[in-house]
Every structure is written in C-alpha cells, then in structure tokens.
C-alpha cells in the first residue's frame, strides 16, 4: 500500500516564474492538505481540498492555488514566485478521521 | 485562533538515557487533539503519538509516552531509552476535530532533539 507521494522531490525556479507541486494521497483517502515549512520552522497551514474543492485556507496570498481532481489527487500552484516562497512543501492526505498522513515533501528553492 | 509554543530549541541527550521535549498550547476549545510529529533529515513528517483532550489517560506508544495537563494546556513528550534513530526534529500539533474535512494542523517551531553515542 503506497502513502502519500509528491512530485518532484527538488526544483528550482527563478522569482516571479510560476510552479505546480503534485500530492497523491494514501489509498484510501480524499481529503488532502497542503503545508509550506520553512526552514527551521513548523509546518503552516495552506489550504486542504475534498470533494474537489477548497474547503479551508490558512493566511496565504491568492498567489497560492490548487486543486484536486477526481481521483483525489492534488495540485498546488503558486504564481509570481518570491523569494520567500523558498521552503519544503508538504502534502498531508487523510479520511474524514483525525490522524494526517504526510508525505515526503517538495523543496522549492526560489533564486 | 490556537497557539503552539515549544520554547526548547535544541535538546541532547545521552543514548538508552530518558529525555522529556514541552510543549504548551493555548486554546478556547474544550475538544481537540494534540500530536507529536517526528522529522528525521529525510524530511518524512511520522506520527510519535497521539492525545484526545476527552482522555484523562496519558497515551503511550512503546518508549514514547506523553504529560498532557489540560488545566495547564501542557503536552509533553517522553522518550525512554533513546535510541541513535530517535535523533531528529520534534513537532508539537494541535487540531480541532471537525467532521473530517477542514481539520488543519497547528504546529510548534519544533525542536531539534540529538541523540549522543
């Protein structure tokens, strides 16, 4: 049984270029969330998606978008890259239960 | 809105030796859960262990076994006999149960815990 995946591992992208970040969640799930950390932090609250739509969202600019498709899976897009927007992306997938299953992240370096 | 403090930024400790990482929160809820979340270098966020507020009974899981005072919104973290594999960076969380969906994690800074030979 496969967790939760992402997609790619690293990339670089060059400030205010635009990005996609892909989360497959564990089989089983619907619901997933997406978290940036950066480094030396705890992980904050992006938004999370079930049911294909956007159900909550933390304290972050519109730059920052997704989306999930039919089989669950998700997208997260972020325009007019920042240098600040440099950080380990974090997928998270759970089923209407309490308990987060976190992915092994996406590191974004901004230059 | 919820609160996460850890105020320890790095702690060390001896291996097979007994190490306690603090956590405190701030809350207006009466229900929720807390967690501790364990990030080894390879950036893998795994559940250590898990804490309903409704539970008086501090919950264990093998050598990890939590503090929780919920007068005191305190949530700490035992580890038992720590092992070279326990050298990592600790998370406190918070979460406000919901009905599955719109249940976001708050997190701590964390705190960066190594494990001495």
């Known amino acids: 049984d496969a967790g939760v995946t992402q997609s790619p591992t690293h990339l670089i992208k060059t400030r205010g270029q635009q990005v996609t970040l892909r989360c497959s969640p564990k089989?089983?799930?619907?619901?997933v969330s997406w978290y940036q950390q950066a480094l030396g932090q705890g992980p904050q609250f992006i938004f999370q998606?079930?049911?294909?739509?956007?159900?909550q969202r933390g304290n972050f600019p519109d730059r920052f978008s997704g989306h999930q498709f039919p089989n669950y899976s998700s997208e997260l897009n972020v325009n007019a890259l920042l240098l600040g927007d440099s950080a380990l992306y974090l997928c998270?997938?759970?089923?209407?239960?309490?308990?987060?299953?976190f992915g092994p992240g996406t590191r974004l370096t901004v230059t | 809105a919820q609160t996460v403090t850890q105020s320890q930024p790095e702690m060390s400790v001896q291996e097979a030796e007994t190490v306690t990482l603090s956590c405190t929160y701030d809350?207006?809820?009466?229900?929720?859960?807390l967690f501790w979340y364990k990030q080894p270098p390879s950036r893998q966020m795994i559940l250590v262990i898990r804490?309903?507020?409704?539970?008086?009974q501090n919950a264990t899981e093998n050598r990890f076994s939590v503090n929780f005072q919920k007068a005191a919104k305190s949530f700490s973290l035992k580890i038992s006999d720590s092992q070279l594999g326990d050298t990592a960076m600790y998370f406190c969380?918070?979460?406000?149960?919901?009905?599955?969906?719109?249940?976001?994690?708050?997190f701590g800074k964390g705190i960066t815990l190594s494990v001495r030979p």
């Open positions: 089989s089983g799930h619907d619901t």
């Open positions: 998270a997938s759970s089923s209407r239960t309490y308990e987060q299953y």
């Open positions: 998606y079930y049911e294909e739509e956007e159900r």
């Open positions: 804490q309903e507020a409704y539970k008086q």
């Open positions: 969380a918070f979460m406000k149960p919901s009905t599955g969906a719109n249940s976001k994690l708050t």
């Open positions: 809350t207006s809820e009466n229900n929720y859960y």
